[in-house]
């Protein structure tokens, strides 16, 4: 039977000899000495020796022996080579050292690892001990590491401080450098965070205190925020070439406290040139900048956007004081009378204010809420303030109004009215008083649309779907139905001419034009019930037959002062056209039968209101066009007056509108507004209370106020009066046992 060949024994001290004599090989490798590399029977001679050693039966089995003498060998080297050679060292030389000394370390425990491969992955693993590679680094961390880390930690961060300061440096030495600090604690950076980032964190705060307490001192608040974002950025820089990625947050914010959060007040109220000044000089790039810094901060936009908020009022409150002198200048060249409002310098100066600053929220503070609510707040101000008299509301609904009559006084485009009105739909957000603005331009829509030929009827339309998507159906269903009526006032035109032409015999004469209103769309209007001259009543006789046989069961009510008719007066220089109201041109053609009446026979005959044949005949004998002589010759209408046709009137145009004295219908607009904001405060209350039953004051109170804040800022002295009045109505009671408490009865 053939036996295989016995291993001869290794000895301990004869198999320790040639690993010896391999890590003395290494070494001279490592150290650049003229010396072959391994061959590969020199590497499995190694290698075998060590299997050897360690695969032997006890007592022959040297594999704890082994792991010693591996630990042994590294720290023999170290005491012997690397540390003289590193004690001989300083500064940045220090650290080139250590930095190839470490490297060269790694590679003699990568080879270390490959002759005693055997070893670590059998006998290390059996018995839960270090491996080859955590001992060997182990060796370089005791013996090297933890007595120098201290000064490598110095001598980088001195490096640092000297870029800082514009100096060039090492930046691939100073990444090997602290690569040591990661590496050596295998990744777990638990000796980098200790032993290096927190003093350099703690050096990098004193720097930036030193610099910030000189540079605020020397320099205006741009050029402060400018060093700043630059050192912010270099130090970002700092990380990405040779700083650990977990420092970054920590190095940002270390600098960030010292350069901006430490120094906030004294950059925003810097003085000449701090945030106010900024705003002033229109400095766009110098706010983003400012944006981009304070953003960074913790409640650090607040400041700023408090200053932004009194920036954006006083300004706001200078276009108010200039308007509010204009106005009064021209009051005090007419003598006392205004010529108009100041809306259109006024609003459409607040429009460029707001495009000025809205643009500074979108580009310099990127759209920021905190910015939007300051600007909101600003123009919440100055938008509600009155202006000589007259409330923004009445402002903005007459500069809508100047902007649809054919695009205003600047003749504009239709894409420039679009645009203009959009802008004004966006300031309407600002005003508490909606609905006033809306009472106002129905108003004024209504004028539009019954006396203006030219009303572009698409630019409404554009502008009531402006102000549906902005304020909700509610808030212009009125005026789309006043559109409605005009449109359908065309084919009733057109029907009644038909009737008119099937019907000779019912033929007025005269051409007439109806314009049917429906009652709610539409404001409410003077109903002056006057006698009106023949050929007038066969006109409305006719028109009402018409729409009885279209309309049974519609009520017809008459509105003379909205009418206008077209009368020709014969004087003896030649016959000439007047454009007048309905019952302009009643009083004139009394004139007809009569060449002198009294002002008591004018009024018996018309049956008119004094206030109203007051306004009728000062139009018409004491303004621009004496269609009628009176006497005495003055321009005060009084009872005892008697007016006689002029027969000698003469012009040199051969159509006149002859208008009459403006009403003042401020007060009954505001009236009516009062009026629907009680009934919009009974149905609020009582909405609430439907659904609550049961409800304290101040709960009820609140939701109320929140419930109709889109609309109006209801006033809490009213509320409480319109809970008093439900009350008294049996809408509500009191709890017996609680006053402020109300029940909801069903």
């Not at 929220?361 to 101000?381: G, I, P, R």
């Not at 209408?637 to 006689?644: L, M, N, V």
Request: aromatic share 10%; glycine share 4%.
């Amino acid at each position: 039977m053939n036996m295989s060949p016995r291993i001869p024994v290794v000895d301990l001290e004869d198999g320790w000899r040639d690993v010896l004599a391999g890590v003395a090989k290494l070494k001279c490798i490592l150290d650049g000495s003229n010396v072959v590399h391994f061959f590969p029977d020199e590497y499995m001679h190694l290698y075998t020796t060590v299997y050897n050693m360690c695969t032997q039966k006890p007592p022959n089995d040297y594999s704890q022996v082994l792991y010693d003498r591996y630990k042994q060998a590294l720290d023999d080297h170290i005491e012997s080579v690397v540390l003289p050679s590193l004690n001989e060292k300083h500064g940045e030389f220090l650290l080139r050292e250590i930095v190839q000394r470490w490297e060269k370390h790694k590679l003699m425990v990568r080879w270390l690892r490959r002759f005693f491969d055997y070893l670590d992955r059998y006998y290390v693993t059996r018995r839960s001990l270090d491996s080859l590679k955590d001992l060997g680094w182990s060796s370089f961390r005791d013996l090297v590491f933890d007595k120098l880390k201290s000064t490598v930690a110095t001598i980088v961060i001195g490096m640092i401080d000297d870029e800082r300061e514009g100096n060039l440096i090492d930046r691939a030495l100073l990444k090997n450098a602290l690569d040591i600090y990661v590496e050596i604690g295998d990744s777990q950076l638990n000796y980098y965070s200790d032993d290096f980032e927190q003093s350099f964190l703690n050096g990098t705060t004193d720097y930036y205190s030193k610099k910030a307490q000189t540079w605020i001192l020397e320099n205006s608040c741009p050029e402060y925020m400018l060093k700043a974002e630059e050192c912010l950025q270099k130090e970002k820089d700092r990380v990405a070439n040779y700083l650990h990625s977990t420092t970054e947050p920590k190095l940002f914010a270390a600098a960030l406290f010292e350069l901006i959060d430490r120094r906030a007040e004294e950059i925003l109220n810097k003085e000449n040139s701090g945030c106010k000044v900024l705003l002033c000089d229109e400095k766009t790039e110098d706010l983003a900048r400012m944006f981009r810094l304070f953003s960074r901060i913790t409640d650090g936009l607040l400041p700023v956007s408090k200053i932004f908020k009194e920036h954006v009022i006083a300004e706001g409150m200078s276009l108010l004081k200039h308007a509010t002198d204009a106005a009064n200048s021209r009051k005090h060249e007419k003598k006392g009378v205004v010529v108009g409002l100041p809306e259109q310098d006024f609003v459409r100066n607040v429009i460029e204010l707001h495009d000025k600053y809205m643009a500074y929220v979108t580009n310099c503070f990127q759209s920021n809420s905190v910015f939007h609510k300051a600007l909101k707040e600003a123009f919440e101000v100055f938008c509600n303030k009155d202006v000589v008299g007259c409330s923004s509301a009445e402002l903005f609904a007459a500069y809508c109004d100047s902007i649809l009559k054919r695009g205003g006084s600047e003749k504009l485009s239709d894409e420039a009215i679009d645009e203009s009105l959009e802008k004004v739909v966006k300031l309407l957000t600002y005003l508490s008083d909606k609905d006033l603005f809306v009472e106002f331009h129905r108003k004024k829509l209504g004028r539009r649309l019954l006396f203006d030929k030219n009303t572009n009827d698409e630019h409404e339309r554009i502008l009531l779907s402006k102000l549906k998507q902005f304020f909700g159906g509610q808030f212009t269903s009125k005026m789309e139905g006043m559109l409605k009526d005009i449109t359908l006032a065309k084919e009733h035109q057109s029907s009644f001419e038909e009737y008119v032409s099937n019907n000779p015999e019912s033929n007025p004469l005269i051409d007439l034009n109806v314009t049917v209103l429906t009652t709610g769309y539409w404001p409410t209007y003077k109903n002056s019930d006057i006698n009106l001259p023949l050929e007038m009543v066969k006109c409305v006789e006719v028109f009402k037959e018409y729409y009885r046989s279209d309309k049974q069961h519609r009520k017809l009510t008459w509105i003379f002062s909205l009418g206008n008719c077209v009368v020709i007066g014969n004087f003896d220089a030649k016959p000439v056209e007047f454009v007048l109201n309905t019952c302009q041109a009643a009083l004139l053609l009394l004139f007809n039968e009569a060449d002198k009446l009294s002002y008591s026979d004018i009024v018996s005959q018309l049956k008119l209101s004094d206030d109203d044949a007051v306004r009728l005949l000062h139009s018409l004998s004491c303004a621009k066009y004496k269609i009628l002589n009176k006497e005495p010759s003055n321009r005060v209408i009084s009872p005892e007056d008697e007016f006689e046709f002029n027969s000698k009137f003469t012009d040199r145009m051969r159509r006149i509108k002859v208008p009459l004295p403006q009403i003042d219908e401020k007060k009954k607009v505001v009236d009516d507004v009062n009026k629907d904001r009680r009934f919009a405060i009974d149905a609020s209350l009582v909405r609430i209370m439907k659904s609550r039953k049961v409800l304290g004051h101040q709960q009820l109170v609140a939701e109320c106020v929140e419930q109709l804040s889109r609309m109006f800022k209801p006033d809490i002295k009213i509320i409480k009066r319109r809970i008093e009045d439900l009350i008294s109505r049996e809408y509500l009671e009191r709890d017996s046992e609680n006053a402020q408490t109300y029940k909801y009865l069903a």
